[in-house]
């Protein structure tokens, strides 16, 4: 949980920057090209006093004496010409119109990297090896048709852009690339085409952003369901292209549960998949598309599942003893008959960190707090082991009273207690306001970034600390200290997703250290039976480790498909597979 503040006027000359959209682009909005989110908006920590402690323990940066980067200036970018010939230019503008195709090198640079900490490294040192030619805006699928056949008809490369966010690798174009790089931004297509009630469903274009489609849902009563860290900056075209999980995947499922039919644009036309519930029609096309990361095709709309707003949400936080006991109450609430919208809990470390970024409390609350701590260490807890859990209740009154009261036998079975709404209120506010914390840290000298995996129950435990004690020792072999944390965010029938975030303070060769710590990470994943990803996506990022849970055999037939499905390596090259 973080709080954001909008400060100094440079934030404002940057704000303007981007504002500036090419007339194409208008109605398309952008991040920053240096940082997360929009400009003006940061982290700050003067009003959490117990912020700057923590991260002192955890990195060893002292922030009341820390210097702090300047913004990045992006005249001081050295930024590749354009190489689009002449002939495709034209192609382009008959395809789009002339205000929809861009050459200018902000709006190139904003769509060269996702917002990985690689990512953010190499843009704020100005390393731009291969930055796309030209950038494109059509406004419907007739006009991505177009792009895509213009592109392969001239042997150019495209690369879809939804909002940025991606953490993968999946949107930088190859090094060395010689052929023109073409970037089609979907934001234009942004529109919920139709919703059928009976059904359920509903046709929405792929530019549309998390927040866009939720304003065009709630007020006819429905609800996406998908709430993903970076909804506020993320596609359902993204979504689909990488898999995406959300916060209350639980109760809604996976992307891949809520995509059920889907258009792609694709050399020759467009690929459509029916939205039916279950289908008996060979090998999955359907699923082929979902994290295909742009190598099948450009995603123009989905017909997704849709619920009714609940009458009721509410979220309440639990306290358990230690991670072991707060794992096994999810993995009983899994086994059990119901379905709660939200099942997370924080091991000790990023419990900690929670806390730490709390706001000073005062009066009653402040004392309650410090009350209640007092009685658990009484009761024997170890409070830097203890671990913060919410889950989140929706329906009617009388179901989410039903679901509580089996959850919270689970709870108890299980060591912990209930502490009320309050923290869960908290975490509902802010749950979209994190990855603003990468930015805070990088302008002070320090890498943080998030990796996450899946594995069975079973072996659930041993991953936690499995992962932890590796990235300990890329630490301690870089001489750096660092830190790590988890929580288990998303909870199925025979496992769950665990979600580290780690950081440490960079030296020379920031990109080199981060690699010796995230592959430790990604390692661990592997040797401990997870997979690279859970719902980040490949990329080029995770792709060295994509053999290991596929075997050489899968890498093979995705090899094949890709080969077959776009023979000039036309479509997003070297994505996903190794090669």
């Known amino acids: 949980?973080?709080?954001?503040?909008?400060?100094?006027?440079?934030?404002?000359?940057?704000?303007?920057?981007?504002?500036?959209?090419?007339?194409?682009?208008?109605?398309?909005?952008?991040?920053?090209?240096?940082?997360?989110?929009?400009?003006?908006?940061?982290?700050?920590?003067?009003?959490?006093?117990?912020?700057?402690?923590?991260v002192l323990k955890a990195v060893g940066i002292d922030l009341h004496t820390a210097?702090?980067?300047?913004?990045?200036?992006?005249?001081?970018?050295?930024?590749?010409?354009?190489?689009?010939?002449?002939?495709?230019?034209?192609?382009l503008a008959d395809a789009v119109g002339a205000d929809g195709v861009h050459d200018d090198d902000l709006d190139r640079v904003v769509h060269t990297y996702g917002k990985s900490i690689r990512d953010l490294i190499k843009v704020r040192a100005g390393h731009l090896p291969r930055v796309p030619d030209l950038v494109v805006y059509p406004a419907d699928e007739a006009a991505v048709q177009r792009i895509v056949d213009v592109v392969v008809a001239q042997d150019a490369v495209l690369i879809p852009f939804g909002?940025?966010?991606?953490?993968?690798?999946?949107?930088?174009?190859?090094?060395g690339e010689a052929r023109p790089v073409v970037s089609v931004d979907l934001g234009r297509l942004d529109r919920v085409l139709e919703i059928d009630e009976a059904s359920g469903l509903?046709?929405?274009?792929?530019?549309?952003?998390?927040p866009s489609i939720e304003a065009q849902l709630n007020p006819r009563g429905w609800t996406i369901g998908h709430f993903p860290d970076s909804f506020t900056h993320s596609s359902l075209g993204g979504w689909i292209a990488t898999r995406s999980s959300g916060m209350q995947s639980d109760k809604y499922g996976d992307i891949a549960d809520i995509a059920r039919g889907m258009r792609v644009a694709r050399p020759g036309g467009v690929l459509d998949l029916r939205p039916t519930p279950s289908a008996s029609t060979g090998p999955s096309v359907r699923e082929m598309?979902?994290?295909s990361e742009g190598r099948l095709g450009v995603i123009t709309e989905a017909t997704v599942q849709v619920h009714r707003v609940p009458q009721q949400r509410v979220i309440h936080a639990y306290f358990f003893p230690n991670w072991r006991a707060g794992s096994a109450a999810m993995r009983r609430i899994a086994e059990g008959d119901v379905h709660p919208a939200i099942t997370r809990v924080s091991?000790?470390?990023?419990?900690?960190?929670?806390?730490?970024?709390?706001?000073?409390?005062?009066?009653?609350?402040?004392?309650?707090q410090k009350g209640l701590f007092a009685f658990l260490k009484r009761r024997g807890w170890d409070l830097d082991e203890m671990c913060l859990s919410f889950i989140g209740y929706e329906g009617t009154p009388a179901h989410?009273?039903?679901?509580?009261?089996?959850?919270?036998?689970?709870?108890?079975?299980?060591?912990?207690?209930?502490?009320g709404t309050g923290p869960g209120v908290l975490y509902d506010q802010k749950k979209f306001d994190t990855p603003y914390l990468r930015d805070f840290l990088l302008d002070r000298g320090t890498a943080g970034d998030v990796s996450e995996t899946s594995v069975p129950w079973a072996g659930l435990d041993a991953m936690h600390d499995g992962v932890i004690a590796a990235a300990e020792a890329a630490y301690e072999s870089l001489g750096r200290k660092g830190w790590i944390m988890s929580h288990l965010s998303h909870s199925y029938h025979s496992g769950a997703c665990l979600y580290f975030t780690f950081a440490f303070v960079m030296g020379d060769e920031p990109e080199a250290e981060y690699d010796v710590v995230k592959s430790a990470i990604q390692q661990a994943f592997i040797d401990l039976g997870g997979v690279p990803s859970h719902h980040h996506g490949i990329g080029v990022e995770h792709a060295a480790w994509l053999p290991d849970v596929l075997s050489e055999q899968g890498i093979g037939v995705l090899e094949g498909l890709f080969a077959a499905t776009d023979p000039g390596r036309n479509l997003n090259p070297s994505k996903i597979t190794p090669t």
């Open 289 to 291: 598309v979902l994290g």
């Open 67 to 91: 210097s702090v980067l300047e913004q990045p200036d992006f005249g001081a970018l050295d930024v590749p010409a354009s190489i689009a010939p002449d002939a495709l230019r034209a192609a």
């Open 163 to 175: 909002g940025g966010s991606n953490i993968a690798g999946s949107l930088e174009p190859v090094p």
């Open 400 to 419: 989410v009273a039903a679901q509580r009261k089996v959850v919270e036998k689970a709870v108890k079975r299980s060591g912990g207690i209930g502490v």
């Open 347 to 368: 091991d000790g470390r990023e419990t900690g960190f929670s806390l730490s970024t709390s706001k000073a409390s005062k009066g009653f609350s402040g004392l309650a």
């Open 1 to 54: 949980m973080t709080d954001l503040v909008t400060p100094t006027a440079a934030d404002r000359e940057d704000a303007a920057a981007v504002a500036a959209s090419p007339p194409g682009a208008a109605a398309v909005a952008h991040m920053k090209w240096w940082g997360w989110g929009v400009p003006g908006v940061a982290f700050h920590h003067e009003d959490k006093p117990a912020f700057a402690p923590f």
């Open 202 to 210: 509903a046709r929405i274009q792929a530019g549309a952003l998390g």
